[in-house]
């Protein structure tokens, strides 16, 4: 029975950290997550949403449709911007949670080149 509620708390937790909607985080976790403006490269492929911050170790999980838009456009492998995010508390998230951080509530403030 214990082993089957841990496996209830982790799919929980995964959807949660799938989406990066705010609405699917406690208002505790939510209070955590960062108004910051940052610029990095942005990249997308299947399986693969990821934002690099110039100032980031590692990449973020982000799910975008206006990033997504702008990607498409571009033909190109990678987009530089520069945008405005609520950046998430370090933990897991995305595909296999393999990123340390994810960011919602994007506003693209400016494409690179």
């Known amino acids: 029975m ?3 509620a841990g496996i209830l708390v982790t799919i929980s ?6 989406t990066c ?16 403006e940052v610029t990095g490269t942005y990249r997308r ?9 110039d100032s980031a170790k590692s990449e973020w999980w982000v799910f975008d449709k206006e990033l997504t838009r702008l990607y498409e456009r571009s033909n190109a492998g990678l ?3 520069r945008l ?3 950046i998430s508390p ?5 595909h296999l949670g393999v990123y340390t951080h994810c960011i919602t509530e994007i506003s693209v403030l400016e494409v690179l080149t």
Request: no cysteine; proline share 0%; glycine share 6%.
């Open 84 to 86: 405005s995010a609520r």
């Open 90 to 94: 370090k933990e897991k998230y995305g």
């Open 2 to 4: 214990l082993g089957v």
């Open 13 to 18: 937790t995964g959807l949660a950290s799938l």
């Open 79 to 81: 987009i530089r911007v």
């Open 21 to 36: 909607d705010l609405d699917a985080f406690s208002d505790e976790v939510q209070a955590q997550f960062e108004s910051k």
């Open 45 to 53: 492929s299947l399986e693969v949403s990821a934002f690099l911050a």
